[in-house]
């Protein structure tokens, strides 16, 4: 996998219900890194520490 090659960490991978890659999670010293978004057009990062910040993806808004 690309991100543990270019990482040198360990990556441990799982299925979601979708769309597409829902959440991604970095084990650091100073705590986790979460990027979550459950359902394909709202995203959140979350940071030990510091408040939550969400976004709309632009994937979500593109036409079809």
Not at 23 to 46: K, Q
Request: charged share 25%; net charge positive; aromatic share 4%.
């Amino acid at each position: 996998m690309w991100v543990a090659d270019r990482l040198k960490v360990p990556v441990r991978r799982s299925k979601s219900a979708g769309p597409g890659l829902t959440s991604v999670r970095l084990e650091t010293d100073c705590g986790p890194i979460v990027l979550d978004r459950p359902d394909g057009s709202l995203a959140t990062l979350s940071i030990e520490g510091q408040p939550d910040r969400g976004w709309r993806s632009s994937a979500a808004t593109r036409p079809s």
